[in-house]
């Protein structure tokens, strides 16, 4: 995945946010369900199998460890 300059710069696991900086709301990747409605209907991304996508949240749980120029407040 290539980041752009305004690409937010928060990183989890392996994943990284692709919304631009200063987004507001939880930070999604590229893997990510992109229709809002679909993360209500899911219930957060825990898909009706039990798989966690963990390109959103709750990523990958309580103890997600965010890194990265925008994420110091966050970790």
């Known amino acids: ?10 990183y989890w696991g ?6 631009t900086r200063g987004h507001e709301g939880p930070h999604l990747c590229d ?3 992109d229709d809002w409605q679909d993360y ?12 966690l996508n963990v390109g ?3 990523y990958y749980g309580p103890d997600t460890h965010f890194y990265g ?6 970790s």
Do not use: K, Q, T
Not at 1 to 10: I, N, Q, S, T, Y
Not at 69 to 74: K, V
């Open 1 to 10: 995945m290539a980041f752009m300059v305004d690409d937010c710069r928060v």
């Open 14 to 19: 392996s994943h990284g946010c692709r919304l």
């Open 31 to 33: 893997c990510a369900v």
């Open 40 to 51: 209500i209907e899911l219930g957060g991304y825990i898909y009706p199998d039990g798989v």
């Open 56 to 58: 959103a949240p709750p």
């Open 69 to 74: 120029e925008d994420a110091p407040n966050e």
